[in-house]
T-cell receptor
Framework: GAVVSQHPSWVICKSGTSVKIECRSLDFQATTMFWYRQFPKQSLMLMATSNEGSKATYEQGVEKDKFLINHASLTLSTLTVTSAHPEDSSFYIC????????????FGSGTRLTVV | AQSVAQPEDQVNVAEGNPLTVKCTYSVSGNPYLFWYVQYPNRGLQFLLKYITGDNLVKGSYGFEAEFNKSQTSFHLKKPSALVSDSALYFCAVRDDTGRRALTFGSGTRLQVQP
């Protein structure tokens, strides 16, 4: 079945540093990848949508210069949180939409980011 | 714009009893509906989806959901709950814009008591 590998699963970083989160589709090609953010006991909020080889589309209120998204291939998308601050601490989840199967969305296992 | 409502923050049920987790939606055009389950500090696991066809959709782990167009609902059900079903459940609808992302409800925590 479709598997999306996301890592790291958790990371602690100091304020002002940058953190990169990777999301790979292991056994399928993902035309589109989505990045979500989840606050404790809350739902998933879409941050951005990325298509392979093109610039990401960010949701309103999401700073594109702070949350850099790269989707260089059909199997890899990265989210870099630049100059992280404590308010960026959250659970980040990626989701890949399959190119070879309609309506299939597979989620990564998530990354717990803590900025101290 | 599309939206999903999960009116219950938490549902409590005794093991062996049937369970229902409610979901209503709003979307222009045909609804593409999903249910996912999330365990602590984990991503989302797919349970089932409705795209077209039979209103009763069967999914993973014995779960099923009933699509009701007139009531714009897509309630998740299971005939006999297990303690291991205790988790956070999300209903989602594919958005009706070009990006085709999923819009999630607020989530319902299911607690199954032994």
């Amino acid at each position: 079945g479709a598997v999306v590998s996301q890592h790291p699963s958790w990371v602690i970083c100091k304020s002002g540093t940058s953190v990169k989160i990777e999301c790979r589709s292991l056994d399928f090609q993902a035309t589109t990848m989505f990045w979500y953010r989840q606050f404790p006991k809350q739902s998933l909020m879409l941050m951005a949508t990325s298509n392979e080889g093109s610039k990401a589309t960010y949701e309103q209120g999401v700073e594109k210069d702070k949350f850099l998204i790269n989707h260089a291939s059909l199997t890899l998308s990265t989210l870099t949180v630049t100059s992280a601050h404590p308010e960026d601490s959250s659970f980040y989840i990626c989701s890949a939409r399959r190119a070879d199967r309609n309506y299939g969305y597979t989620f990564g296992s998530g990354t717990r980011l803590t900025v101290v | 714009a599309q939206s999903v409502a999960q009116p219950e923050d938490q549902v409590n049920v005794a093991e062996g009893n049937p369970l229902t987790v409610k979901c209503t939606y709003s979307v222009s055009g045909n609804p593409y509906l999903f249910w996912y389950v999330q365990y602590p500090n984990r991503g989302l696991q797919f349970l089932l989806k409705y795209i077209t066809g039979d209103n009763l959709v069967k999914g993973s782990y014995g779960f099923e959901a009933e699509f009701n167009k007139s009531q714009t609902s897509f309630h998740l059900k299971k005939p006999s709950a297990l303690v291991s079903d205790s988790a956070l459940y999300f209903c989602a609808v594919r958005d009706d814009t070009g990006r085709r992302a999923l819009t999630f409800g607020s989530g319902t925590r299911l607690q199954v008591q032994p």
